[in-house]
């Protein structure tokens, strides 16, 4: 087994070399963070959802929007859809999984409005769901995932992380999310 200090030296640098690959791939981080100004701008509102650690990560983009991420400023309106258990269990009880999060799109939703989906492997049945419901209520689509990327017919900007692992993808995403959250703040 490698030494410790070997394996964190390891995990840092593909961490890294992951990161560092994006750099060439910066055009949708941009646009993205474009749509969401244009939205907030314009009176709209961002919902943001993903399972697990993408829905820790969704629930920290929303907090940067909502209370700042580097400067004073004003509020953004920004809702993680899996921060309210009463909604989510009584919508996965009654309509099931795949819908806990369409169902507050639907209640939510307005055209001009942005939704940020996450994703690790582009293949979460509830985020997807969502992304549909979403497109269909008019607005926009933006997508974080790995390298495999979801049904591209309803999305809007397809930001993908070069990688298969799931820690890997998960450090891109929240640092894709800080890098949205400057752009949209300045």
């Known amino acids: 087994m490698k030494g410790k200090k070997e394996r964190i030296a390891e995990i840092l640098k593909s961490s890294a070399s992951i990161k560092v690959a994006l750099i060439s791939e910066s055009e949708p981080i941009i646009k993205a963070a474009e749509i969401i100004k244009e939205s907030l701008q314009r009176g709209g509102k961002v919902l943001t959802c993903g399972n697990g ?40 009880n009654d309509l099931g999984y795949e819908r806990v999060f369409a169902r507050q799109i639907e209640a939510f ?64 995403h929240i640092t894709i999310l800080h890098i949205i959250a400057e752009f949209v703040e300045s």
């Not at 929303?62 to 309210?84: F, G, Q, W």
């Not at 997807?128 to 979801?150: F, H």
């Open 109 to 172: 939703g307005n055209p001009g409005d942005v939704l940020v989906a996450i994703s690790t492997s582009g293949r979460s049945p509830n985020v997807n769901e969502a992304v549909k419901v979403a497109k269909s209520c008019g607005m926009k689509v933006i997508y974080l995932t790995g390298e495999r990327e979801p049904e591209a017919r309803h999305i809007d900007i397809l930001i993908k992380v070069p990688s298969k692992e799931t820690p890997r993808i998960q450090e891109a």
């Open 53 to 92: 650690g993408s829905a820790a990560d969704a629930q920290h983009f929303a907090a940067e929007l909502v209370v700042k991420y580097m400067k004073e400023r004003e509020a953004y309106p920004a809702i993680a859809l899996s921060v309210n258990p009463s909604t989510v269990t009584a919508a996965s």
